[in-house]
Nanobody
Framework: QVQLVESGGGLVQAGGSLRLSCVVS????????MGWFRQAPGKEREIVAV????????SYADSVKGRFTISRDNAKNTVYLQMNSLKHEDTAVYYC??????????????????WGQGTQVTVSS
């Protein structure tokens, strides 16, 4: 059984930083790309960042480029999302997900097979 457990969310002032973590169990973590998504109230879930299985390739949504950094530690089965210069519009529930086998940098929800329960990030303006 695959489990993803996110942590690190919370309330932060605009301009602040947070670091999200996602620990994966029940899967050979190092052979799958990983992604972070977010969903704000009344909006669709959107991609935030993706990292390839080895960590050499990444992709970011335009809205977070230069502010967010995705990374992974395959020895710890963990993917991270460092979020700096946070804005009110970054407020959302953030989810990590395991990419579908064979897809190098999946950027759509349909290319992800397993999801975490989500962690709330609230940025006060």
């Amino acid at each position: 059984q695959v489990q993803l457990v996110e942590s690190g969310g919370g309330l932060v002032q605009a301009g602040g930083s947070l670091r999200l973590s996602c620990v994966v169990s029940g899967r050979t973590f190092s052979i799958y790309a990983m992604g972070w998504f977010r969903q704000a109230p009344g909006k669709e879930r959107e991609i935030v960042a993706v990292i390839s299985r080895g960590g050499s390739m990444t992709s970011y949504a335009d809205s977070v480029k230069g502010r967010f950094t995705i990374s992974r530690d395959n020895a710890k089965n963990t993917v991270y999302l460092q979020m700096n210069s946070l804005k009110h519009e970054d407020t959302a529930v953030y989810y990590c997900a395991v990419g579908r086998g064979g897809v190098v940098l999946p950027t759509t929800t349909s290319n992800y097979d397993y999801w975490g329960q989500g962690t709330q990030v609230t940025v006060s303006s």
